[in-house]
């Protein structure tokens, strides 16, 4: 029988070289599309390794295989990049770039990759194959599109993905059957008005104060027109308009994003914002242009994988660091993008230590270390029993 106990003391062993590392990725972030350094340092690793590893998959993506790879074949995906956040957190090796930091914890996600690697390797896999997908540009929910359209997930039976969470402390994951996170779209309001002399609004048209009326109306027509069951959130993040602090803006541009769970609500939420807009700013005689652009589907975690996943991980952690989410987040992820292609399963991984741990895209951000060690454990023995499940049913 397969099992990553007995890797454990050899897990303990490498463990600080691979904290080291993690440290270095987070003093060194890269941006989503620009991870070359970050998959360089992942590629050299890899094969140092002894695994078989193909570079600019998707970009700058890095794919690594070991094993038999005609037989079944199982993957591993976990993302690269940073984000366009100030770090604040005054660690020794915080981010040595102003502006960009690893708020989201992919820095930890690709060195757990690397752990299970390097534990796999000492196993010889003679009857399935593994395969390890370094993927870029997970927060503009690009890079899983970039590396499909490479060939990364073709053969692929299942597939598995981590990410942190800040709510679960460390030493507990979170899994959950079904629908794990919500449908993403990004959305663009053009308001055009008509300039004038701020001292005499009435002879213009008011774009800010259209926009305005647009950011309020909307909140307020999901609360009253959309089933309160199936929930949907729209946040305006960006606004841009105007010239000098006394001429009216005739044109404003608004950028936001929206979530819902509902695939079927989120597929028919394009034409709705667009009639509410529409309807709001011609009401003040003013024109508007709707954009929308879907990001990602819903992350689906696959049943069956998902308690295998769960199966590994309680006996592993025991029942009471293994929690089943009652609901799904409204965060997306582009894992789903992947799972559109090939079943799979994403679980969390608790990273709040005794001081509590601040939230996703925050630059004070600083998950515990500790989850290292959980997250591979976890993963190393999910991949090995599917492994040992479908060699023994190829083998019947």
Wanted: aromatic share 6%; hydrophobic share 45%; charged share 20%.
């Amino acid at each position: 029988m397969m099992s990553c106990q007995t890797l454990l003391p050899l897990l303990k062993q490498f463990l600080p070289e691979l904290i080291n590392l993690r440290r270095h990725l987070h003093a060194h972030p890269e941006l989503s599309g620009n991870e070359h350094r970050t998959a360089a340092l992942i590629a050299g690793e890899l094969r140092s390794y002894g695994w078989s590893v193909q570079e600019a998959i998707g970009r700058t993506g890095v794919v690594a295989e070991f094993g038999n790879m005609h037989g079944p074949l199982v993957g591993l995906r976990v993302d690269m990049d940073a984000l366009p956040v100030e770090e604040k957190t005054d660690l020794e090796f915080a981010s040595k770039f102003q502006g960009i930091m690893h708020a989201c914890g992919h820095d930890l996600h690709t060195c757990i990759g690397l752990g299970v690697a390097r534990l796999v390797a000492q196993k010889e896999l003679t009857s399935a194959g593994i395969r390890l997908l370094f993927q870029p540009a997970e927060e503009i929910a690009a890079g899983a599109r970039w590396m499909k359209k490479d060939g990364a997930l073709e053969g692929l039976d299942a597939l598995f993905g981590v990410h942190v969470l800040p709510e679960l402390s460390v030493g507990k994951i979170g899994v959950r059957s079904g629908s794990l996170t919500a449908a993403a779209g990004e959305l663009e309001i053009e308001v055009i008005g008509e300039t004038g002399h701020g001292a005499r609004p009435h002879q213009a048209l008011d774009a800010i104060w259209i926009a305005a009326k647009i950011v309020t109306g909307l909140q307020e027509a999901i609360s009253r027109r959309l089933d309160a069951l199936n929930p949907v959130v729209i946040s305006f993040g960006r606004i841009e308009g105007g010239q000098a602090f006394n001429v009216i803006a005739d044109h404003v541009r608004l950028l936001g994003t929206v979530r819902c769970l509902d695939m079927s609500l989120h597929q028919s939420l394009p034409n709705w914002i667009e009639e509410t807009v529409q309807a709001i700013a011609s009401s003040f005689g003013a024109e508007a242009m709707v954009n929308y652009r879907c990001i990602a589907p819903p992350v689906y975690n696959d049943p069956e994988l998902t308690n295998l996943l769960e199966e590994s991980a309680l006996a592993l952690l025991g029942k009471e660091n293994v929690l089943r989410l009652e609901t799904p987040s409204l965060g997306a992820e582009d894992f789903a993008e992947l799972l559109q292609d090939v079943r799979g399963s994403m679980f969390r991984l608790g990273v709040a230590g005794e001081k509590g741990c601040a939230p996703l895209h925050n630059g004070q951000f600083c998950p515990d270390e500790k989850s290292l060690e959980v997250g591979i454990k976890v993963l190393v023995d999910t991949l090995f029993s599917w492994i040992e499940k479908h060699s023994d049913l190829c083998s019947k």
